[in-house]
């Protein structure tokens, strides 16, 4: 199973981009490359998936290199209520052993 | 809107006693999963389950059993609960394609054992 690296923590200012990225150096060829974001006191919401290339949806983007070792979330105009925990995950088509890490926090300032 | 419901938010129990941590899901989800986290170790799993009456260990089933006899409740069971089982138990479910795709988490439980 491919394990991630992420930054422990960042900090922003609203109204900023922010990028996280992770790296999976040991992804494999069935393997997708999953985020989820975590409030306090709430369980991990699904934000976006990919394989390669950008993916993008109405809440970030996920920019995945050619090698798919590393990607990147990119979170547009952040906001105080982006303030949580994001995680990076390398899921397998079985998808059930899916390694969590622990995740990026990342902090919104005004 | 779909739900993963999880019967307490928090739970205080003893030494030594059994306990049972409830999760009910109503989107007809074949993939149920326990996982316990603590600070800066991230979400770690426990036990999964892809059936009713099936179950697999994840990377930490030690001091855990699960039971899932519908195919929407899927049970933890701490045999005698211990401090160091003092966590946020989260519990989740998604559909059969396995691809990761939309995890779907409970609230999480908060237990203390004293």
């Known amino acids: 199973l491919a394990k991630t690296t992420q930054p422990i923590s960042m900090d922003s200012y609203e109204g900023q981009e922010v990028n996280i990225t992770c790296s999976h150096n040991?992804?494999?060829?069935?393997?997708?490359i999953t985020w989820y974001q975590q409030f306090p006191s709430q369980g991990p919401r699904f934000i976006i998936q990919g394989y390669k290339t950008k993916v993008t949806n109405e809440v970030a983007s996920l920019f995945i290199p050619a090698d798919r070792k590393s990607s990147t979330l990119s979170l547009p105009r952040v906001s105080l209520s982006d303030t949580a925990v994001y995680y990076c995950?390398?899921?397998?088509?079985?998808?059930?052993?899916?390694?969590f890490g622990a995740g990026t926090r990342l902090f919104v300032k005004a | 809107d779909v739900k993963v419901t999880q019967s307490s938010r928090y739970l205080v129990k003893r030494t030594g006693e059994k306990v049972f941590l409830e999760c009910v899901q109503d989107?007809?989800?074949?993939?149920m999963f326990w996982y316990r986290q603590d600070p800066g170790l991230g979400l770690r799993l426990i036990y999964f389950s892809y059936d009713v009456k099936m179950k697999e260990k994840g990377d930490i089933p030690e001091g855990y059993s699960v039971s899932r006899e519908k195919k929407e409740r899927f049970s933890l069971i701490l045999e005698s609960a211990s401090t160091n089982q003092t966590s946020m138990y989260l519990c989740a479910s998604t559909d059969g394609t396995g691809s990761g795709y939309g995890y779907t988490f409970g609230s999480g439980t908060r237990l203390t054992v004293v």
């Open positions: 995950l390398v899921v397998n088509t079985g998808g059930f052993k899916t390694i």
């Open positions: 989107m007809d989800h074949e993939n």
């Open positions: 040991n992804i494999a060829t069935n393997d997708y």
